[in-house]
Nanobody
Framework: QVQVVESGGGLVQAGGSLRLSCVTSGSIFSVNTVAWYRQAPGKQRDLVASITTRHVTNYADSVKGRFSLSRNKNTVYLQMNGLKPSDTAVYFC???????????????WGQGTQVTVSS
């Protein structure tokens, strides 16, 4: 069993900051690329940022310069600064995991954490 758990969401005023955490645990051989997605009401789920095992990061144009990723073993942090009302969404973590049962790569999703930015 592999679990992916996000935390750190909440309500913040425009211009404020939040730090989201994504913890992957369970029967893990390795955690590969971890990505954050977000989904606003009535919209599709979009990629926000990703980080590889070598800490190579990639960001959506809409968050470049405001969001930053870091990771420490199986925990990935998404630091969000300069938040805008348009950042309001449920944020999901997706982890590429090689588990110790199949020793093959699977993608696991967390349950999501709500981020609300008020104007």
């Amino acid at each position: 069993q592999v679990q992916v758990v996000e935390s750190g969401g909440g309500l913040v005023q425009a211009g404020g900051s939040l730090r989201l955490s994504c913890v992957t645990s369970g029967s893990i051989f390795s955690v590969n690329t971890v990505a954050w997605y977000r989904q606003a009401p009535g919209k599709q789920r979009d990629l926000v940022a990703s980080i590889t095992t070598r800490h190579v990061t990639n960001y959506a144009d809409s968050v470049k310069g405001r969001f930053s990723l870091s990771r420490n073993k199986n925990t990935v942090y998404l630091q969000m600064n300069g938040l805008k009302p348009s950042d309001t969404a449920v944020y999901f973590c997706n982890a590429g995991v090689i588990d110790t049962t199949t020793y093959s790569l699977h993608a696991y999703w967390g349950q999501g954490t709500q981020v609300t930015v008020s104007s």
